[in-house]
């Protein structure tokens, strides 16, 4: 295995820092305090879904740091090696669908929806260099409505991945997109970079919005999908709490219909009690799980979870079958629509200019006589 130049809860911390907006190496007790406090509102927001409004918001506005660091500080860990173990279990089923950087210049693209912190990308880099270093490039298309998670993913980045995975480099975009209203042109955009996609990541997003969106969502999922170019690895973990089962099982309905579906569960618990991928207190005194979970800070104590419950899918997709240049153009024409520079879909300016200008030998054709 790759030895990580530092452990998973170090690296954590810095990115807890950067949401707090702090500049030491540790998060002060004051911090500690707030992002334990925190975290049990963010677990019970999740787990009562509106059921107690008074003690849990029924809904989460990650534009507050507070929301999101107790996010990461809750789920963080668990949700980062969840990719790991997912990616585990379709290796075991059929390892030919797993993509093969090194036959790409040991490169991946990957594009996630409902980005967050993207902190699962650690679990991908995780499988492909445990062994050896078999990814060096990381290309990410990060599909997200909420911009204030940018830069602390890019600490994710700068201190998780790259702070762990030697020689790494990280290529990320970040793409401005609400999956609920029609956002096939901003995705249009990015066009190039998502029709490259290896693997197409949706992790615990869903769960977060109502099923009367479906129909949108689900547009706009198909677009990402019809792009790719290559293979497309779907990978899919949700929730599998009963109150969240509607809003994932129409979702993975549809894949099922349009793709090779390689395992599906609707509800499994996934553990994270022994190695590579162990979560427990590290018995330092001053770790982070020490000062989040422990006793030895005071006020209530959220208890560690070493383990997640997860409805999860992984699906593959072939690209639909090339067709010529000329055909594209003809369909453009009569759509009357036109590609601009950066890939997005414009109307076509009608032709200026008179009847005479466009047909300047109407006079001198040959007429049909009239019967």
């Not at 530092?6 to 500049?23: D, M, P, Q, R, Y």
């Not at 927001?45 to 996010?71: H, M, V």
């Not at 569960?265 to 207190?281: G, T």
């Not at 594209?328 to 200008?357: C, N």
Request: glycine share 4%; hydrophobic share 35%; charged share 25%.
């Amino acid at each position: 295995m790759v030895k990580p130049k530092k452990i998973f809860t170090e690296a954590l911390e810095s990115v807890l820092i950067n949401i707090w907006g702090g500049t030491k190496d540790h998060l002060e007790d004051s911090l500690i305090r707030k992002t334990r406090k925190a975290l049990v509102v963010i677990r019970g927001a999740y787990r009562f879904k509106g059921e107690f409004p008074k003690k849990y918001p029924s809904t989460i506005q990650y534009r507050l740091p507070k929301n999101r660091a107790g996010y990461l500080a809750a789920f963080g860990q668990r949700h980062a090696y969840l990719t790991y173990a997912h990616l585990k279990k379709v290796e075991e089923i059929n390892p030919e669908v797993i993509p093969k950087p090194e036959e790409n210049r040991d490169e991946l693209v990957i594009t996630t929806l409902g980005a967050g912190a993207a902190i699962e990308t650690y679990g991908i880099c995780f499988f492909y260099n445990e062994d050896s270093q078999r990814l060096r490039k990381l290309r990410l298309n990060l599909v997200d409505k909420v911009d204030a998670w940018i830069p602390n993913r890019h600490t994710v980045f700068d201190k998780l991945l790259k702070g762990t995975f030697r020689k790494l480099e990280v290529i990320p975009t970040d793409i401005d997109a609400d999956l609920t209203k029609d956002c096939i042109p901003k995705l249009a955009n990015y066009y190039d970079a998502i029709a490259k996609s290896d693997i197409l990541l949706i992790y615990n997003v869903m769960n977060e919005i109502t099923t009367i969106h479906s129909d949108m969502v689900w547009r706009n999922i198909k677009f990402i999908i019809n792009s790719s170019e290559q293979p497309l690895l779907i990978l899919l973990a949700e929730p599998s709490a009963p109150n969240a089962s509607p809003r994932v099982s129409w979702l993975k309905t549809q894949l099922a219909q349009c793709s090779d579906v390689i395992h599906i569960r609707d509800a499994e618990e996934f553990f994270f009690d022994s190695e590579p991928l162990c979560i427990d207190f590290e018995n330092t005194g001053i770790g982070l799980n020490d000062r989040l979970f422990g006793q030895t800070m005071d006020g209530s104590k959220p208890q560690l979870i070493s383990s997640l419950k997860r409805t999860h899918m992984a699906c593959r997709i072939e690209p639909q079958s090339p067709i010529s240049m000329e055909q594209v153009l003809k369909q453009f024409a009569m759509l009357k629509i036109r590609r601009g520079e950066k890939g997005r879909f414009l109307k076509q300016t009608s032709p200026q200019g008179t009847f005479w200008d466009k047909y300047p030998d109407w006079l001198e054709a040959p007429r049909t006589p009239k019967s």
